[in-house]
């Protein structure tokens, strides 16, 4: 109908996007059989049944597992491209993309490897499809502080090339402290920062992220409800929330999307955004998180020309350039 068309038609950024939950299952059987890696599942079909999760934990653990089959800087490239084309057909211009390098260095795929895969495709992804895209690389919070501090040593040769860092995985029990001196180093060194929060974890989790790590956008951040103080600092600041639907509905976050909390922080002001968060495992790429709110949430068209715009306002694109977009 046309309220859908609308929806495709609609120039938008994606600012909340894993790029190893972009792998989808064709593809995963694809790198397996090039790098002769033995999947546990005997075939497409039977991978795509597995993706039933009660929870965040329980998706981390076969979203790790899936970047197995990731070896060499042509499977990044491949990985990413797939997704640049995909986005690209839902009319996203432009695509602010995270990494988890630490799933990758821990089981001996080297730093430059992953790096490597993800630029080429960056720089192909900018000249045939005329998409710009930025790189937000993301410390796992389940690993210790000191292993976040060498990848960002890692990272140290491309620093010109990502754009900031990001914090996730598993939320409760890893809260934004524990990585104060990690985010502050990387502030230090003119990177922006980002970092899950409130999405398992209760409002704290958002407080902390803001007071600690001071970052500039909050991704997720569904649970800001809970705090109406922050709630009304949030939208004071035009700090944008990164907000994931289909993933909120497929890790239980939010299991019923009539409930879902987005109109209601759109009402009250807070600068939020739609984006599809590991899109091959929650059964949907950006446009279809956007038709979800349409369909279980009622939201009309004015209310995704303001979604889209503040996907642009809250990217870390330079101001002129967002400028040009609204
Ligand atoms: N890693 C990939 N997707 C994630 C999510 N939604 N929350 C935390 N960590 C993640
Ligand atoms: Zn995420």
Request: overall charge negative; aromatic content about 10%.
């Amino acid at each position: 109908n046309n309220l859908i068309k609308f929806i495709a038609a609609l120039p938008k950024a994606e600012l909340h996007l894993h790029i190893e939950g972009s792998l989808e299952p064709e593809l995963m059987f694809e790198l397996a059989k090039r790098n002769k890696v033995t999947l546990p599942f005997p075939d497409v079909e039977s991978v795509k049944a597995a993706y039933n999760f009660n929870n965040l934990q329980e998706f981390l653990d076969i979203y790790y597992q899936g970047t197995n089959v990731l070896k060499t800087e042509e499977d990044f490239c491949d990985l990413a491209m797939a997704y640049f084309y995909r986005a690209h057909r839902d009319n996203v211009l432009h695509s602010e993309i995270f990494f988890d390098p630490q799933s990758h260095t821990e089981r001996g795929i080297p730093f430059n490897v992953v790096m490597n895969g993800l630029l080429a495709a960056v720089t192909k992804a900018e000249a045939e499809l005329g998409m710009s895209v930025q790189l937000i690389m993301c410390f796992l919070r389940h690993l210790d502080e000191e292993s976040a501090f060498a990848t960002l040593r890692m990272a140290e040769p491309f620093l010109d090339k990502i754009t900031g860092v990001g914090l996730d995985s598993s939320e409760v029990g890893n809260p934004p402290s524990k990585f104060r001196h990690v985010f502050a180093e990387a502030r230090q060194k003119g990177l922006k920062l980002v970092a899950h929060a409130g999405e398992e974890g209760d409002a704290s989790y958002i407080k902390e992220a803001l007071d600690i790590l001071n970052i500039d956008r909050i991704d997720h951040g569904n649970r800001i409800t809970e705090d109406r103080l922050l709630m009304t600092r949030a939208a004071r600041s035009a700090i944008a929330l990164t907000i994931c639907p289909l993933s909120n509905q497929k890790l239980q976050v939010v299991p019923d999307l009539r409930n879902h909390p987005l109109p209601y922080l759109l009402r009250q002001g807070l600068r939020v955004t739609i984006n599809s968060d590991d899109p091959a495992y929650f059964g949907g790429y950006v446009n279809d998180n956007y038709k979800a709110l349409a369909e279980y949430c009622g939201l009309k068209a004015a209310d995704f020309v303001e979604i889209a715009r503040n996907s642009f306002l809250g990217s870390f694109l330079p101001d002129q350039t967002v400028a040009a977009y609204l």
